[in-house]
């Protein structure tokens, strides 16, 4: 296997890794927003979250390996990414330490103060990050002020509140929305009666208030964005050298690679349909199959999103020959195999415990459930 | 302070908070494992309770170490981005087959742990138990292998191409013999955390006569495992030192505060006074030749002392500006072979070059002064090393004494076993976290000055941020921790303090009556 074959499967697993965080992790982020909104009372609030207690934290960990795959397999990337969205990372970072005393503390105590504070620790914890990371990704699409000096050191040039443009917020909102919508759809298999009802009511209006939002995404980048291109000095086989090569950016340089192979509209397409489709589905009180159709929209957006932006992963405003790409933010070549060994051989292995841990868990929480296991429970 | 210092304390509050949950959370998972296969093994239902209460304290406990974990993955990246581009092609490969091959199978595992009792047979909860032990501590291993490099970097090169440390030997990498002894280390001192909490919290109840039989068991699982547990963290240590004498010289130096290298074989400083101004030790008493037996286990070997350690770092330097120097040619177009072939014959030496450019106005011409601040700067500050690890070792034979006691006690049978065994035992509930955050600061602070050994100085490995950047953050940090760790104390100690009771099955003294304080 050569470096540039080697190259493009990270680009993809890089890929894998965040649809697997999305589509686990964002059901349980989901639920947690949901909380204060569907969850009329504590009782409800409780079903809502032992639904989710069982598996949150495996789920966490798509994150946690999507950021050590990064750090592996796009050192550079890592090292630009974290760095120069320095606040942005760090407020993601304490949002995310809520989450975890939140979930474990939370019935700890039978106080409805003490539940109550972490019921808002929860639902911070969980609709803060998929906000940054949607206005993280806004950003990407247009390019990022950072260039790199001699010794290949990151300069980042630009400040947080400029990270919060109208067009990333666009982006930001439309993750939000994204990741309550699934959990709206998990809650729809695990949760009975009223619940179950509003569960269902959510769902039916946030996924074509996605499908809008990503539409609306689409043909703002289409008018407003401009995209990145590579016009030479980019060789996909040699070392990751970073500066050697020209990149300009251009009108509609993110519809380039759609122009050039017409059947990837289905892409997109997958992403728009998936999402009224788990709205139809809801209201239809299909279930299981609206949670999929949440689940392949969610595919969708971010193979829409990877496509668009191939081969670049972190374009630079202000510097583009700086920009990082797929062929040259890369690890070194025995890196990449030793780690797509590694990955062949154990992701395998997670999802078959992930999904026995899912089986055993199976069917709907109930009221009466909490009640007998008031003391065990989340 | 500035950017380097202030990176440098959050990198340090960061890692050191992070660690007062994980030991515990590496020990307490066997642990439960014991303690749920003695109840698979005879059936009795004492034991599935031991497994429930200490797990609702390993819960509280678990809850911290994965938010404080959290900060540790992300802050290579967000404060120290030239360390993870010049060295994530090594050091990110260990971070992320830890996520993949040991935090997966944790954090999936311990869901069922809990929530899993009547969904499953007891052989498969018992089996998820010991699998989520084994994620725990498989994980361990990983985050190690990448330490174990930073202090001794191996199986990679220097790409002058990419301006990075590239991979060239996986298996060293793993191998290494640091990061090994390092790892089985660390878990053994996990496992000493988790029995001094599980002993001394049932020291507690036996004082106070209550649930006695609870507490009894608990009481000699924690004894039995404390003891071989203690005995493998300082045999280990002990062959950590030897490993340092090896392939870590400064540090070993320095811990000892052995300034002179001493004829064959070396005394061993039991305590004293270091004096980095004058570079002796003060008030020094020493016992002979057990250091040269320690770091070298022979007779005839010296342990060379941080004076003679900083002569070799002056003649490095020197090689090293050269270095240096080609490497910005080679970088700027040239493309002469006997550049490269020069480059490459010194290559050893450019992270010293590296070194001293932070010290140099010019790097090529530094000033006599300039050269001896680096040099000077090229050992770490030896009283906080001294001192820290005499306090690490003087706090892991008392828990070995501990153990030994209470494993005599367990093993005799005896009845009431002794009060001041009991207070004691109750006593000594901080010594394990001192020792391993001792530990921690010997092995990092020991580094210094470099983030990778003998490679990239740590200033240069931060992220061009500003102070004020990292002020916030770090203030951000110290509130927010400082409420979840008061939080998860309180919660700690309310339940440790209802005890099996908390359990709620109606079996135990505090709902049943039964004890002597109520």
């Not at chain 2, 501590?137 to 970097?153: E, T």
Request: aromatic share 14%; net charge negative; proline share 4%.
């Amino acid at each position: 296997m050569d470096y540039e074959a080697l190259r493009f499967i990270w680009w993809v697993l890089i890929g894998v890794l965040l649809i697997g965080f999305v589509v686990t992790d964002g059901f349980d982020m989901g639920v947690a927003s949901l909380l204060k909104v569907i969850g009329r009372d504590n009782e409800e609030r409780r079903i809502m979250i032992n639904t989710v207690a069982p598996h949150w934290d495996g789920n966490q960990v798509w994150l946690i390996t999507a950021a050590g795959a990064l750090f592996a397999a796009w050192p550079t990337v890592y090292a630009a990414a974290f760095s120069g969205f320095y606040f942005a990372m760090m407020l993601t970072l304490f949002a995310l330490f809520l989450r975890p005393i939140a979930f474990e503390y939370r019935s700890k105590i039978d106080n409805q103060q003490w539940r109550d504070r972490w019921d808002w620790a929860l639902t911070t914890g969980s609709t803060v990050p998929p906000l940054i990371i949607g206005v993280a990704f806004g950003n990407l699409l247009q390019g990022v002020p950072f260039h790199f000096d001699d010794l290949l050191r990151l300069h980042y040039t630009g400040s947080f509140w400029a990270l919060l443009n109208p067009f990333a917020l666009l982006v930001g909102v439309f993750t939000v929305i994204m990741f309550v919508n699934h959990g709206a759809t998990w809650l729809q298999m695990k949760t009975e009666g009223e619940l179950l009802k509003r569960a269902e009511n959510s769902s039916a209006i946030l996924g074509l208030v996605a499908a809008a939002l990503f539409t609306l995404a689409g043909i703002w980048l289409w008018l407003g964005v401009d995209g990145f291109h590579v016009v030479g000095g980019l060789d996909t086989q040699a070392d990751s050298t970073i500066v050697g090569k020209q990149v300009e950016q251009i009108a509609n340089g993110w519809f380039i690679n759609y122009q050039r192979w017409p059947l990837t509209w289905l892409l997109p397409l997958i992403g728009i349909l998936g999402f009224a489709g788990s709205a139809l589905l809801s209201k239809m009180r299909r279930h299981a199959l609206a949670f999929v159709a949440s689940a392949l929209a969610i595919a969708g957006t971010i193979v829409t999103f990877g496509l668009s932006m191939f081969p670049f992963i972190m374009p630079s405003s202000t510097q583009p020959n700086h920009s990082l790409t797929l062929w040259d933010g890369t690890a070194s070549e025995l890196t990449l195999l030793i780690m797509l060994v590694v990955v062949l051989i154990f992701v395998p292995l997670i999802l078959g415990y992930t999904a026995w841990g899912y089986y055993v868990m199976r069917g709907r929480v109930s009221v009466q459930h909490i009640r007998d296991n008031s003391h065990s429970l989340y | 302070m500035d950017l380097i210092e202030l990176s440098r304390l959050q990198f340090a509050y960061t890692a050191m908070i992070h660690f007062l949950f994980v030991p515990l959370t590496m020990g307490m998972v066997f642990i439960l494992a014991i303690m749920e296969s003695v109840y698979v093994m005879t059936g009795k239902q004492i034991y599935q309770d031991m497994t429930k209460f200490w797990g609702k304290l390993f819960g509280i406990n678990f809850a911290l170490g994965v938010t404080t974990g959290l900060a540790m993955e992300f802050q290579f990246g967000t404060n120290w981005s030239y360390y993870s581009h010049y060295v994530g092609d090594i050091f990110g490969a260990p971070l992320a087959i830890e996520a993949l091959m040991a935090f997966f199978l944790e954090s999936t595992l311990v869901g069922l742990f809990f929530f899993g009792w009547d969904r499953m047979t007891k052989n498969k909860h018992l089996a998820v138990t010991w699998l989520m032990a084994l994620g725990t501590n498989l994980s361990a291993l990983w985050i190690l292998v990448a330490n174990g490099w930073m202090q001794f970097p191996i199986g990679s090169e220097f790409n002058v191409d990419t301006m990075r440390m590239e991979l060239t030997n996986f298996a060293e990498v793993v191998f290494s013999p640091v990061a090994q002894v390092k790892f089985v280390h660390t878990v053994s001192a996990g496992y000493v955390t988790a029995a001094i909490f599980v002993l001394a919290i049932s020291s507690w109840y036996l004082l106070k006569g209550r649930d006695i039989p609870f507490a009894r068991r608990s009481f000699a699982i924690a004894a039995v495992f404390g003891l071989a547990s203690s005995l493998s963290v300082i045999i280990l240590g002990d062959e950590s030192g030897y490993e340092m004498g090896d392939v870590q010289k400064v540090k070993l130096a320095a811990i000892e505060a052995e300034w002179h290298t001493e004829p064959p074989p070396a005394a061993f400083t039991l305590i004293g006074l270091p004096n980095q101004e004058t570079e002796t030790t003060d008030y020094a008493i020493k016992i002979p030749a057990v250091m040269g037996l320690i770091a070298t286990r022979s007779f005839d070997q010296p342990v060379t002392g941080l004076v003679d350690l900083k002569e070799q770092h002056r003649e490095r330097m020197l090689n090293g500006r050269e270095a240096s120097s080609l490497m910005q040619q080679i970088r700027a177009g040239d493309k002469s072979p006997a550049t490269r072939a020069r480059f490459e014959a010194i290559l050893d030496d450019l992270g010293y070059g590296l070194l001293l450019s932070a010290y140099a106005a010019d790097p090529m011409n530094p000033t006599e002064a300039e050269l001896q601040a680096a040099v000077d700067a090229s050992i770490p500050k030896v009283w906080p090393l001294f001192w820290s690890f005499r306090i690490m070792v003087a706090a892991g034979f008392t828990m070995l004494l501990l153990f030994a006691l209470a494993s005599w006690h367990v093993a005799k049978r005896t009845e009431n076993k002794p009060r001041w065994l009991l207070r004691f035992a109750l006593f000594s509930l901080p010594l394990p976290w001192i020792a391993c955050e001792m530990g921690w600061f010997v092995a990092e602070y020991g580094r210094q000055p470099w983030a990778i050994g003998e490679i990239l100085p740590t200033d240069l490995a931060v992220s061009q941020l500003t102070e004020g950047d990292v002020l916030l953050t770090l203030g951000s940090i110290v509130v927010l921790y400082s409420i979840f760790v008061a939080i998860e104390m309180w919660l700690m100690v309310r339940y440790a303090r209802k005890g099996p009771s908390s359990l709620q099955t109606g079996r135990y003294d505090l709902e049943t009556g039964a004890s002597q304080e109520a």
